[in-house]
C-alpha cells in the first residue's frame, strides 16, 4: 500500500501522526503541506474519496482562517470551487497531517490524527 503523508514538519500532531506510521511499520511518501501544497483538483478527489464534509478540510483552529473569517464565510455556503481554491492557494488553511493511500484494498484518505481511526483505516 502506497501512503502519502502530508505534514507541516513543525506541527506536533504531524510529529505524533508520523510516529505511529513509523511504529507500526507503514511505510510513507511525506509532502510539506506549504512547499506543495494539494491542488484543488487533489482536494476534490480526496474529499470525494473520504465521504467527508469539506469543512473537514479546513484547519479550523489556524491563524489564516480566522484572520480570513473563513466560518462565517463557509456557514453564509460559499461554493466548493472556491472553497477548493482558498485551500490550494495556502497549505496552512488545510487540516493536517492529510494521509492519502493508494487504490490497493480501497482507498482511504484521513484528514487530522485520530489513532483509533487510523488503527481501524490502516492496519
Known sequence: MAVLFIE???????KKAKKWLD?????????????????AVELAAWRE???????????????????LGLKVQLDAGMPDDEAYDLLA???????????VTDEGDGPVVLV???EKEWEEKLL
Do not use: Q, W
Open 8 to 14: 507541516y514538519p513543525p506541527c506536533s500532531t504531524c
Open 23 to 39: 511504529e507500526h511499520g507503514i511505510e510513507h511518501t511525506d509532502r510539506h503541506i506549504v512547499e506543495e501544497p494539494p491542488t
Open 49 to 67: 474519496r473520504s465521504g467527508l464534509p469539506l469543512r473537514r478540510f479546513f484547519n479550523t483552529s489556524g491563524m489564516r482562517y480566522r484572520a
Open 89 to 99: 492557494s495556502d497549505g496552512m488553511l488545510v487540516k493536517r497531517p492529510v494521509v
Open 112 to 114: 487530522g490524527f485520530r
